[in-house]
């Protein structure tokens, strides 16, 4: 008999979870991101020996630091709450989602630290082409630990390489190389790391502009700008390509998140995508109301992009939840219906091998492995649990991939006015140049919201419900839990912004 859910302290976990998860990303990208343009800038300062490269990448350094710092101490928060919070998930699938967080500490973290020091204080102590090799360590070390944590991200997104075991009631890993080469993990790193390196040209035009627009440090804005310009174009035109292959990849991985990203109901052929609409509040799977109170379709645009074919059938989500037999799709009520053969069955297995019963073990694990893919069904109490937050998942999608379009286009616009010469001439562009570096962590959090939001209910996608990974604490604990952090991550993101402003106005000249 499945246990009494306390779904409220399930709700404060979650909430403790995503207010850790987003504090923690505004930190995260720029890191990815700065590194790399750091060792930039300390790269051309080698080839020119130009001492104005020297001060300009130690003030770029210096705000990375600052960055670096905080985004260690949130991180450290995060990895602890899978034991506080999610210890029933811990203890499912620890032998498998611990090992690329283990390989993260051992190996990325530990590089990157430990040329971190030679970066800050090795100037004039080092050699210059050790103190570049330092600086491109830390920035590799860097995305390192990001492709580490991004590997275990993308198991939870799409499990593979492992299998359950009855007998312990864990998920083991049976293929390491089949969990890093997951095209979920790969088609993960290579689009999170690339909007980490837009978010960090951002940064710098956002600041250079800003300097631009105060007549200060002039030179110092445009080389800044002038690398930082190119560099974002690069990545935000990778950042739309990977994009594009992440859509392709969530279609056969995770359709039921491609359909709320897409608020899709029915599924037809060619299937439209929605570049603009406002979603009906009052729809429902299995209703007759429209999805949309005003769209704009591109038709068969849907279909090109998740099926790669302009006739491709995209499931949506009542074709998901309630089984379409033409296009061989189960529904959600017969999935719940062997899920919960294989988690009577798995009782009655661990029951009868404990009383030594052999006959009747055997028995049921036989059952138990008929049904065993829909085991984390098991445990929902009706298709329509399935469904993710339609709204918030659509329209954040929809603003990531506007912003993204945006940020290709500034940095033409920006190209082209620094070609011309005529950039500093133009205050209304530096002032958008400022704006978008916030509107870059709107972008990067609209994209996590989309990932982590789109494939809920699920913990592990389709194998373990967040309901039964959770901690069996009392939702008041929890609850000041959520208070206790968000009041310490506000402290810290408050800290940063106040050390990050005063070094920016101290500027390049400043130690």
Excluded at 13 to 25: D, E, I, S, V
Excluded at 74 to 96: A, C, K
Excluded at 265 to 292: C, H, R, S, V
Excluded at 457 to 464: F, G, R, S, V, Y
Aim: proline share 4%; charged share 15%.
């Amino acid at each position: 008999m499945i246990e009494q859910i306390d779904l409220s302290m399930v709700g404060w976990a979650r909430a403790t979870f995503a207010l850790t998860a987003l504090y923690h990303w505004i930190f995260v990208p720029l890191t990815l991101g700065l590194s790399v343009l750091c060792a930039f800038f300390e790269s051309i300062y080698i080839r020119t020996g130009n001492e104005q490269w020297k001060s300009l990448t130690k003030f770029w350094m210096t705000l990375f630091g600052i960055n670096f710092a905080i985004g260690v101490a949130t991180g450290i928060i995060l990895e602890f709450e899978f034991g506080t919070h999610w210890s029933n998930y811990s203890w499912i699938v620890g032998d498998i989602f611990g090992t690329p967080l283990a390989i993260e500490a051992i190996l990325a973290f530990v590089l990157e630290t430990t040329f971190f020091a030679v970066m800050f204080f090795g100037w004039n102590r080092v050699s210059k082409k050790t103190h570049l090799f330092s600086t491109w360590m830390v920035a590799l070390g860097s995305n390192l630990s990001a492709l580490w944590i991004l590997v275990a991200n993308a198991w939870m997104q799409h499990p593979v390489g492992m299998k359950f075991n009855p007998d312990t009631a864990r998920f083991e890993m049976q293929d390491f190389w089949e969990l890093i080469s997951s095209p979920v993990a790969i088609s993960h790193f290579v689009h999170i790391t690339s909007s980490g390196f837009l978010l960090a040209s951002l940064f710098v035009v956002g600041i250079s502009s800003w300097y631009l627009l105060k007549k200060r440090h002039i030179q110092f804005a445009k080389r800044s700008i002038a690398v930082a310009c190119t560099f974002g174009l690069l990545s935000s035109l990778f950042v739309a390509f990977t994009g594009d292959e992440h859509g392709y990849v969530t279609a056969r991985t995770q359709p039921m998140k491609l359909a709320a990203m897409e608020a899709l109901y029915e599924g037809k052929t060619p299937t439209g995508l929605i570049a603009i609409g406002l979603i009906n509040p009052n729809k429902k799977p299995g209703d007759d109301q429209d999805a949309f109170s005003f769209k704009v379709e591109i038709p068969g645009m849907l279909s090109v992009l998740a099926k790669r074919d302009f006739d491709g059938f995209v499931p949506g989500i009542n074709d998901l939840v309630y089984g379409n037999a033409e296009q061989g799709l189960m529904s959600t009520e017969e999935k719940i219906r062997r899920g919960k053969l294989a988690v009577a069955s798995l009782g009655d297995y661990k029951k009868a091998k404990k009383n030594g019963e052999h006959l009747v073990a055997n028995n049921a694990l036989s059952v138990f492995d008929q049904h065993r893919d829909y085991l984390g069904y098991g445990y929902l109490n009706s298709p329509e649990e399935v469904v993710p937050p339609v709204a918030l998942t659509f329209y954040a999608f929809r603003i990531m991939v506007g912003l993204g379009t945006f940020f290709i286009l500034l940095f033409l616009v920006y190209g082209y006015l620094m070609e011309k010469k005529q950039l500093e001439n133009k205050p209304m562009i530096l002032r958008l140049g400022v704006l978008s570096l916030f509107l870059g962590y709107i972008a990067q959090q609209t994209g996590w919201i989309v990932t982590e939001v789109g494939r809920q209910p699920w913990a592990i996608q389709d194998m373990l419900p967040v309901t039964v990974a959770r901690s069996n604490l009392d939702s008041g604990t929890v609850a000041v839990t959520f208070f206790l952090f968000l009041a310490l991550f506000t402290v810290l993101l408050i800290a940063e912004l106040k050390i990050m402003t005063k070094q920016i106005s101290i500027g390049p000249e400043g130690e």
